[in-house]
């Protein structure tokens, strides 16, 4: 009986139900990082224990929500999130991996477009505010950044940018688009909510737009690629850059300078994104299989817990 309730819960409550899940789950992250930062900071600086509540809260708070919503609702969680191989992997992660640094201008000219956004002047106090916290939190990830020594580079990579990957892809592309899907009937217009769902959700408005054309571009790839892999691993080398540049940056190897904004001009954005579609509609759009597993989209059946 419960599976079948399950089953038959219609978009919207299955909306309901993924935010329910999320909130109780980030509250049991909340309690498992407060425990380990405690732990550690009783055994050095804290630091370790700070660096520890990263992998905790998107573990337990974006993954364990995907997978828990996946398996209530669609019976296989990781077939139903798109955790699978397809035809042409490998072609399709190298394409992925291109378009994703052939984005990079854009999202740098989109960067410094944002930052140059400013509330009316009566909420002066509030802007003042958020710029400060976006600034805390660049100064705590700077923390971990400059920690010396390949170990820990490999360990920023881990947790930095391998961690986020996977699990925010979980939620927000295997999760929540595909629910989108359904309740909007459109996959463009799911692909661009739940990209902004998922740059309002990193909490910085003068950070929007890059984020919010990521979480596009990872969308796509999710919708046409077939496999949560490939979008994953795009993320996790949009992350993996701006770790390897800027440890690179402090130790004089490449100039801060030019990890900080690449300064691209309009018409090298647009370019770069010329180059990022061409390469998409090429890999993604022309060579299409007709073999090619079921799209993300498309409704995986519902099979019995018992």
Not at 125 to 148: C, F, H, N, P, V
Request: aromatic share 12%.
């Amino acid at each position: 009986m419960i599976n079948q309730f399950f089953k038959d819960t219609k978009p919207g409550g299955q909306l309901l139900a993924l935010a329910l899940i999320f909130v109780l789950f980030f509250i049991l992250s909340v309690i498992l990082s407060a425990g380990f930062t405690l732990a550690f900071s009783l055994m050095s600086d804290g630091i370790d224990g700070r660096f520890a509540l990263l992998a905790v809260t998107q573990i337990v708070s974006f993954a364990c929500t995907a997978l828990l919503f996946a398996f209530l609702f669609y019976g296989k969680p990781l077939r139903h999130l798109g955790v699978r191989s397809v035809d042409g992997m490998a072609v399709k992660l190298l394409a992925a991996c291109l378009i994703l640094i052939c984005l990079l201008p854009m999202s740098d000219w989109l960067s410094r477009v944002n930052d140059a956004w400013h509330l009316p002047q009566r909420f002066a106090a509030m802007e003042e505010s958020m710029r400060q916290l976006g600034e805390k939190t660049q100064a705590q990830m700077e923390i971990y950044l400059t920690r010396d020594g390949i170990g820990a580079l490999l360990s920023n990579l881990l947790i930095m940018a391998l961690v986020p990957a996977v699990c925010e892809e979980l939620l927000f592309r295997g999760a929540l688009q595909q629910l989108f899907c359904r309740m909007v009937r459109n996959p463009h217009v799911a692909i661009w909510l739940t990209a902004a769902v998922f740059s309002i959700f990193h909490g910085e408005i003068f950070a929007f737009l890059p984020r919010f054309i990521l979480g596009a571009a990872l969308g796509y790839l999710f919708y046409y690629g077939g496999s949560l892999w490939i979008n994953a691993t795009a993320h996790f080398l949009n992350n993996a850059l701006a770790i390897v540049l800027y440890y690179l940056s402090t130790r004089g190897i490449v100039d801060m300078q030019f990890t900080e904004t690449l300064n691209a001009p309009w018409y090298l954005a647009l370019g770069g994104l010329v180059v990022a579609v061409a390469i998409f509609v090429w890999v993604f759009l022309h060579q299409k299989s007709e073999k090619q597993m079921p799209e993300p989209h498309e409704t995986v059946p519902v099979e019995s817990h018992e």
